[in-house]
């Protein structure tokens, strides 16, 4: 969308089809180009003025007509296409996709198997908690897993309230074998920020760059 005229994603914006349609294609473009297998459909923001609530159904109509399109489109490319609830006490108050609950409803609505879930933990955990129990609930729905710290959004061993050491052991766990993204700021230098991933990697046996010392 338009970021200058604050748009962020435009899949559940009624009015805006064709501009998602073509910023779609766009996107699978570059995901070629780079050998990218995942696409991340933003929902985009509650036009600004309107009630949330009274334009729910109409963006939710709109977001399910655009994923399916999308789902379509990305299955000739054997490519997966993502939805994310970004929280909206902190980060977006007007972002219109903001738990997991409802990304799942949507997903279940929209019906295509490749349609998952993107999880930031940030968010979920400062809109629902309760890690543990969504990680399992919504595993099935999983496609990708990102990380930050709350409430600071930097490392995951900055301080802050989520234990990340169990919450990898979890994933693992589950059966995870995805990617987890590092969606955070550094506080500081980046290499030096990524202590926490070596720390990781020794804790699992692994060389620095994952390497199996056996």
Known sequence: GDQEAGEMGLA???????????????????????????????????????????????METTFIENLRYAAGLLAQEDMIGLVEPINNRITDPRYYLNTPHQAAAILEKAGRPNLKLQLDL????????????????????????????VPGRHEPDSPGELNFPYIFELLESLGYTGYVGCEYAPKGDTMEGLGWLRTYWESRGLQHGGTNKA
């Open 12 to 58: 559940a914006v009624p009015g805006r089809q064709a501009a998602f349609r073509q910023g779609l294609a766009t996107a699978v473009q570059y995901a070629k180009a780079v050998g990218c297998p995942r696409i991340h459909l933003m929902a985009g923001r509650v036009p600004l003025g309107a009630d949330r609530a009274a334009v729910a159904g109409e």
């Open 122 to 149: 940030f968010h979920c955990q400062i809109m629902d908690g309760n890690l543990s129990r969504n990680l399992e609930t919504y595993f099935p729905l999983i496609g990708h897993i990102q990380i930050a710290q």
